[in-house]
């Protein structure tokens, strides 16, 4: 092989190492920035969740008619802790397997498995088409049936 051939092929493999390198990190720094927008947008939700969990007036704007604002209150500050370990789930911060876990802890608590028993239908239909979100809401779901005060007492 002559020297030119080989500077060329040399050169040729730098500029197609450069660019495998250069699009692999245009992947990661997109993926970074859907990650980075996920959090702002969770963030503006948990802070309306915390102004619908603690402010009486605001969340009488936003209850059902069917229901008392104190009551809507109180499910609204269970979302919020949902919402904050779906967060945790979809940013990785949960190892695989553990959700299972998280989820029984979560429902363990009255006002989350209410929650989940008058909204748990709905949060279903927003997860419709994202595997991730499908996933955590089958999880939680069954946590909630699983539940002990959730099984029906024996005859």
């Known amino acids: 092989m ?8 040399a050169g040729a493999a730098v500029s197609l190492t450069t660019a495998v390198v250069g699009a692999a990190r245009l992947r990661q720094d997109a993926r970074h920035q859907a990650e980075r927008n996920e959090a702002v947008v969770a963030r503006n939700q ?16 936003w209850a059902p ?6 009551e809507y209150m109180q499910l ?5 802790l949902i919402c904050t370990l779906g967060l945790r789930d979809r940013l990785g911060f949960i190892r695989d397997g553990h959700l299972p876990f998280f989820a029984s802890l979560v429902m363990g608590n009255d006002v989350c498995r209410r ?5 748990g239908e709905l ?6 088409g994202d595997e991730r979100a499908e996933h955590f809401t089958r999880v939680l779901d069954q946590a909630a049936k699983n539940h002990p005060k959730a099984q029906p007492a024996a005859a």
């Open 115 to 119: 929650y989940w028993h008058r909204f």
């Open 76 to 80: 609204m500050k269970a979302n919020q």
């Open 123 to 128: 949060r279903a239909q927003e997860a419709e």
């Open 46 to 61: 948990l802070d309306w969740l915390a102004q619908m969990s603690t402010n009486a007036d605001l969340a009488k704007l």
């Open 65 to 70: 008619e069917d229901m008392s604002v104190e």
């Open 2 to 9: 002559k020297l030119t051939t080989a500077v060329l092929a």
